[in-house]
């Protein structure tokens, strides 16, 4: 193997000169790349973390139909070194004002044809990326065919993955939806319980060393990534969406009239809370589009569904939620599906009216199927064409609405994520909010339309609503989500719930619930719970949650174990918001470190003697402040 140690030796057939490039280190210099090449003239690279390997060689190169970028490559040019400056705002996520700071190379490479591709890489104090611009000047048209990209770790790292979903199963054919378990702790290597992979965000452990893996920036040009389901000797490679993945009639994999460019695969790597605080999933995203930021209104929002069900989406039953909403100090009542035959447009606009009388925003569900599945629920097939979005939300505007649940996406082929960009950008131009359920990962996009409150992609509360085998799960589960599936993206798990479940069992105290308010991003929270169930809460339960920030300026992470607990502090003004939860079978122990809040105090809200019981204690903000939370139960509490 030849050593391409940028900067200090000649890279390949190119002589030394000032562009030859450097390795490349993050600007606190504790993460490097070296980049190397096969005998074959294949483009490779590792990851060094304070000069130990936490990436091992592993593999970069794409395939187009009339191009192989994968080996018989050789240096054309290296860029100077850039500093990378960004600074910007967002609403939905874990922070308002980020700042991001890297240092980005570029490497032109020509294949054995004279094609070629570049490769850009940005290391940034908590990760790494990369992508693959083919530039196209004639304009013909690039397809792509494969991509070899892998990730390669240490045979004693661990890892914490959810496995992809095979297209065209499940519920009326409508897999995947991100809408599996994870396995927790496992060794590199583990094969996917599905042939279709894994999901992204994927967690790893190697050493001291952590690493979450995603993929950020789809603009509608690329189809959605995975990891491929086998993995031997630790070696993660690129997968792609299975061939069903299509919006009907759609193609499948990338294309491009213009340059060639992928998303950014992205790996945050450090610390747990450097992982924990990052933004780099936003970092890496496309600026906003233009959209009034007056109409972007994180909040919460009431919702029947959840737990009445079908029967329930009907005119009085709504109002009623409305009346919840209002008596929670919430902003907005989602009403879900087949809402068209149930109450219709023309009751619908009645409600409209009424919920504004009382400052309460609706939000209409709508199925974004054509024959992809075989969903039946309604209003279906009215939004597959830019003529048909145009009017139906044009409609939605002049009622009133505030924003759409779209439901029961296909897959990640480039012709369904290209689907979901149209939406976004035709929802934008009436003002409207979006939440997609039945969908992929976000991958950024709340940065890039911020009129994307949330998605799901997750197993969510309405799952554990189904058997008690995915109730018995929750515990665990809930907690991984947080470490992976919210990582970065906002999730629509629709948490909470005091009351019983028809015909399940809960696995989680009271605690745990209550919890998940503050440890769950999303830009609108539908809460599940419904009027019955917050009745039985005593006062300040309900006092903390109407009176609980709709978006954060700032986090702080400070103990936890994926799949196990979690305790965050999120900041909201001159407040700190702290929560955990415990999804490990046993109580969990903890002395935190508090003294960042500064000298205040706060009750804390957590678990009572039985499973459905509350009580609240003062606290301070020492730095040993001692805190027990039960077995798959939580806390919270608010300094201001």
């Known amino acids: 193997m030849r050593k391409l140690y940028v900067g200090m030796t000649c890279l390949l057939l190119v002589s030394c000169a000032k562009n030859t490039p450097q390795d490349i280190t993050s600007p606190d210099k504790h993460l490097q790349v070296h980049l190397s090449q096969t005998e074959q003239g294949t483009l490779q690279y590792s990851v060094l973390r304070d000069g130990k390997p936490v990436i091992k060689t592993s593999s970069l190169g794409l395939e187009l139909s009339d191009a192989d970028f994968t080996k018989g490559l050789k240096i054309k040019s290296t860029s100077p070194l850039k500093a990378v400056s960004d600074d910007y705002e967002m609403m939905v996520g874990k922070k308002h004002k980020i700042q991001y700071r890297a240092n980005e190379q570029t490497i032109t490479l020509n294949n054995a044809g004279g094609q070629e591709i570049q490769v850009t890489f940005r290391l940034s104090n908590d990760g790494v990326a990369f992508r693959y611009q083919v530039p196209n000047p004639s304009k013909k048209h690039l397809q792509f065919k494969n991509e070899t990209t892998s990730f390669s770790f240490a045979e004693n790292t661990k890892a914490w993955m959810q496995s992809m979903a095979v297209a065209q199963t499940g519920f009326a054919n409508t897999n995947p939806s991100y809408e599996e378990t994870y396995l927790t702790d496992i060794p590199v290597g583990t ?364 986090v702080k992470f400070l103990d936890g174990v994926p799949g196990k607990y979690l305790v965050v502090a999120r900041k909201s003004g001159d407040s700190w918001y702290l929560a955990g939860f415990n999804g490990d079978a046993a109580d969990v122990s903890l002395t935190l470190d508090l003294s960042f809040i500064g000298n205040k105090k706060a009750m804390l809200i957590t678990d009572g003697a039985t499973e459905r019981e509350f009580t609240q204690t003062e606290i301070g903000t020492d730095k040993a402040t001692a805190i027990t939370i039960k077995s798959h139960g939580g806390f919270v509490a608010a300094f201001k």
């Open 191 to 554: 094969a996917s319980p599905s042939p279709a992979g894994w999901v992204f965000p994927a967690l790893y452990k190697t050493d001291d060393t952590w690493v979450a893996i995603t993929e950020v920036n789809m603009d509608g040009s690329f189809h959605a990534s995975r990891l491929q389901a086998d993995s031997a000797k630790g070696e993660y490679k690129i997968g792609l969406p299975m061939a069903a993945e299509v919006f009907t009639g759609g193609n499948l994999l990338a294309e491009s009239d213009k340059d060639l460019v992928s998303p950014w695969r992205v790996l945050a790597i450090g610390s747990l809370p450097t992982l924990m605080e990052s933004t780099l999933g936003t970092d890496l995203a496309d600026p906003a589009i233009a959209f009034d930021k007056n109409l972007v209104q994180p909040g919460h929002a009431s919702w029947s569904w959840a737990i009445l069900k079908d029967d329930f989406t009907v005119f009085d039953v709504q109002k009623k939620f409305i009346d919840y909403a209002v008596d929670m100090k919430w902003d907005y009542t989602l009403i879900d599906a087949d809402w068209d035959k149930k109450i219709g447009y023309e009751k619908m606009k009645e409600l409209v009216d009424y919920a504004k009388t009382k400052n309460i925003g609706i939000i209409l569900w709508y199925n974004s199927s054509g024959d992809w599945n075989g969903t039946q629920m309604s209003p279906k097939s009215k939004l597959l064409t830019h003529e048909q979005r145009v009017k139906e939300f044009a409609l939605l505007r002049e009622m009133g609405v505030k924003g759409l649940k779209i439901d029961f996406f296909g897959g990640d082929g480039r012709s369904m994520i290209a689907y979901y960009i149209d939406i976004l950008k035709d929802a934008a131009a009436e003002g409207l909010l979006i939440n997609f359920h039945g969908a992929t990962l976000p991958r950024g996009w709340q940065r890039t339309y911020p009129n994307l409150m949330t998605m799901e992609a997750i197993k969510g509360f309405e799952f554990t609503t189904f058997t008690q085998a995915n109730q018995d799960a929750v515990p665990a589960h809930a907690v991984m989500a947080a470490f992976a599936r919210n990582l970065f993206d906002p999730m629509d798990f629709t948490p909470m719930a005091f009351g019983d479940i028809p015909n399940i069992k809960r696995a989680t105290r009271n605690g745990f619930e209550i919890a998940e308010s503050v440890l769950f991003l999303s830009g609108i929270q539908h809460f599940a719970e419904i009027p019955e169930g917050m009745a039985t809460a005593p006062d300040y339960v309900k006092a903390f949650l109407q009176d609980l920030p709709r978006s954060w300026d700032d």
